[in-house]
């Protein structure tokens, strides 16, 4: 019985998660994909890992018992990068759209909380918080957007 | 496989073989629409059978592919997966009658798609499946059927204003998904086993913390998946924006299926005798920040996600007291709020037609334009706040009874529902007085012609009416029914604290919660060397789930997608 961890292996997935989680705060809708893949490419590292220390193929009459590999985690990792590559083209795509559709990549505000923001501002700040306030609603999201656009 | 057993499987076949026919046919609307309608209906036959079955004999597993458990994967129908299977696939008909309907005064009844009825058959399948499933890894696979299946639906026709929200959901749900594959990992290092009803024996073995750790991470996964607070931001922002069926759907449920997923879990794998402070907390938390959120909005439909982000802290509260009584208000709970928040997304969708606008401010008199909505507003609503005699009073009765039974903290907790449901009264109330009395309000002409969100016309067919009246009938008979119907929850409640009558019906009598075999820390499951006889499919996708040997003979594995 083996308890030791690979060491090699645990840093590895921590670089793994840190970095994808890193990726995931940042504003660029193809960072936060990068996030995504990383982050899935570690999480399928670990369901790897968590079959213990690599043995030999689990094949019948080939190999002793005790010499061969967990297969379980394997066929887990195997659905599981299936289903990470998937939703990887979908988040793609749907990245493209939203290119198309807005004309940049960036994940764009909230409209509740750019008002919240607009309201603890000092007076003088106001003036576009206020066209927001009469108009609820996830509506004017775009608007809002090319507002502060223009601020800039 | 005895018949009963085959059963098991159907809801979860049925409709993905729905998909995959109405797929076929897509160029025919009306092809297309039977068959949703004919699924969903034969599921719900199924589920009521399942449930009268289970609750009569114990739960029924199907072992699929004839692998025992814990080495195969099992679907278990027991009395609180029936239970909400039926209620869940009740909703989801109501639901795909109002979308028909509103897709044909929409496009015409000639136009057919690609993508609406098949998805919407999918993401029925992935819902089944998380009910039934006796298996983490399962569990997870039927979550991924169900949020892409939410992705595609969410982001369908979208446009540049509704593209953020539905970004916000899939990125936030992507990463849950990850989570929940990271918790699979290590729970699978940690016991070797990712069968539930094995797993609640193994995990006895395990040292406090680890426990703790691997419980703590599965509250987060799904507390994402429920909306609890504080992990509910994504909800009232991605929500609203959907089209009414949509929303209705998602909010009936899919968050449920995580309040699902949480309870199975923490009474089964992680059981308490006191309650959870934790959750707890969670609970009283989520009520008070929901229903304050809600009191605060203009836009009916995020005022209604608040509100069920509210009433997912009713759900947690009676889980966290961690008793018989507690599980069962839950049961309770989810199968009236199922109902009756789907209910209310519905019937906003017929008076944002009429209105043309989400602002309530700028709504009025509807109750003399539209006597029929302010009745099928009424209801719900009334249910919704828990006035007697309706389902909602029914539920949180049980909540109360089951938080005034479990000493200070409990009672502590009853007493934040009490404020909440009266907060929850003074917001369906605010939207009544805005809405439906008042002066009539002329409806504003549509913005956007091209969105499925605000259509502005008063152009809506009978069967969406029928749809949302249907619901509306639900709940009604629920509350006629609650006797029985507590019947059922408090007996699924005293099940799933009990835990002997899953594992016995999963793993054979006596196997289930007796102390853990040998557990190694690396997740070598077992070394159960010396009988190890392996012939398995290498690198099959299919693999059977659950560590240890695998039987000799090779057969055709359910293969998850």
């Known amino acids: 019985m083996n308890t030791t961890i690979n060491l090699t292996m645990a840093i590895v997935l921590a670089v793994l998660y840190s970095v994808g989680f890193y990726l995931l705060m940042q504003r660029s809708l193809m960072r936060i994909l990068i996030g995504i893949v990383v982050l899935g490419h570690g999480a399928n590292l670990l369901l790897q890992v968590s079959g213990g220390p690599p043995g030999r193929a689990p094949i019948l009459d080939a190999v002793l018992p005790e010499q061969i590999t967990d297969p379980l985690p394997q066929a887990l990792a195997l659905t599981a990068i299936v289903i990470t590559f998937a939703l990887t083209t979908l988040l793609l795509a749907l990245g493209y759209r939203s290119w198309v559709l807005v004309g940049h990549d960036e994940v764009q505000d909230d409209v509740e909380d750019r008002r919240i923001a607009d309201r603890l501002k000092p007076k003088g700040a106001m003036e576009e918080g206020t066209a927001d306030e009469t108009e609820a609603g996830p509506e004017d999201t775009a608007d809002s957007h090319e507002l502060e656009e223009g601020r800039r | ?561």
Request: glycine share 10%; proline share 6%.
């Open chain 2, 1 to 561: 496989m005895t018949p009963l057993q085959a059963f098991v499987t159907l809801p979860v076949l049925l409709p993905m073989l729905g998909a995959a026919t109405s797929v076929v046919v897509s160029r025919r609307a009306s092809a297309q629409r039977v068959i949703g309608v004919v699924t969903l209906a034969l599921v719900c036959v199924v589920a009521g059978v399942l449930l009268v079955s289970a609750d009569a004999n114990g739960p029924i597993v199907a072992e699929l592919g004839g692998w025992p458990a814990p080495m195969g994967i099992v679907l278990v129908a027991d009395r609180m997966s029936a239970l909400l299977l039926l209620i869940s696939t009740l909703v989801t008909l109501a639901v795909l009658v109002y979308a028909i309907d509103q897709r044909i005064s929409d496009y015409g009844r000639e136009t057919a798609s690609t993508t609406f009825h098949p998805i919407f058959l999918l993401l029925s399948t992935g819902v089944s499946l998380a009910y039934l499933t006796g298996d983490l890894f399962t569990l997870f696979v039927a979550f991924e059927i169900m949020l892409a299946s939410s992705y595609v639906l969410i982001t369908r026709r979208t446009s540049a204003s509704r593209i953020r929200s539905g970004m916000t959901y899939v990125i936030v749900s992507l990463t849950s998904s990850l989570l929940f594959l990271t918790a699979v990992g290590l729970v699978y290092a940690a016991t070797g086993t990712v069968n539930l009803a094995d797993l609640a024996g193994r995990m006895g073995a395990l040292p406090e913390g680890l426990r703790a750790v691997l419980a703590l991470v599965l509250i987060v996964v799904f507390g994402i998946k429920a909306a609890i607070v504080p992990l509910h931001f994504w909800l009232p922002d991605s929500y609203p924006n959907a089209p009414a069926p949509v929303t209705a759907l998602f909010a009936g449920l899919l968050t449920k299926v995580g309040i699902y997923a949480l309870l199975r879990t923490q009474t089964l794998i992680f059981p308490q005798d006191s309650p959870s402070t934790l959750l707890l907390v969670i609970a009283a938390v989520t009520m008070v920040v929901g229903a304050l959120g809600a009191v605060a909005q203009d836009d009916l439909n995020r005022l209604l996600s608040f509100l069920l982000v509210s009433h997912i802290g009713f759900m947690v509260f009676g889980l966290a007291l961690h008793t018989p009584d507690g599980i069962a208000g839950t049961g309770l709970y989810v199968v009236h709020h199922i109902t009756v928040q789907a209910t209310l997304f519905l019937v906003s969708g017929l008076i944002t037609r009429r209105t043309g606008t989400v602002s309530i401010s700028q709504m009025g008199g509807l109750a003399q334009q539209a006597p029929h909505l302010a009745v099928l507003f009424a209801v719900p609503a009334i249910t919704l706040a828990g006035l007697p005699p309706t389902s909602g009073f029914v539920a949180k009765l049980a909540l109360l009874q089951a938080g005034a039974g479990a000493g200070v903290p409990g009672e502590l907790v009853a007493a934040v529902v009490v404020l909440a449901s009266l907060l929850t009264l003074y917001a369906v109330a605010r939207v009544w007085v805005r809405v439906f009395w008042g002066a009539p309000k002329e409806p504003l002409a549509d913005d956007d012609p091209n969105d499925e969100l605000v259509v502005g016309t008063a152009r809506s067919a009978r069967g969406m009416y029928v749809g949302a009246a249907s619901l509306v009938g639900v709940s009604v008979v629920i509350a006629l029914f609650a006797g029985p119907l507590s019947g059922v929850t408090a007996r699924a409640g005293q099940d799933l604290h009990d835990r002997r009558g899953y594992t016995d019906a999963v793993l054979g009598p006596g196997a289930g919660t007796g102390p853990a075999a040998t557990v190694s820390a690396t997740g070598r499951p077992g070394d159960l060397d010396g009988e190890l006889t392996v012939r398995t499919a290498g690198g099959d996708a299919g693999g059977p789930p659950g560590g240890g040997p695998v039987p000799a003979a090779a057969q055709p594995l359910e293969v998850g997608p």
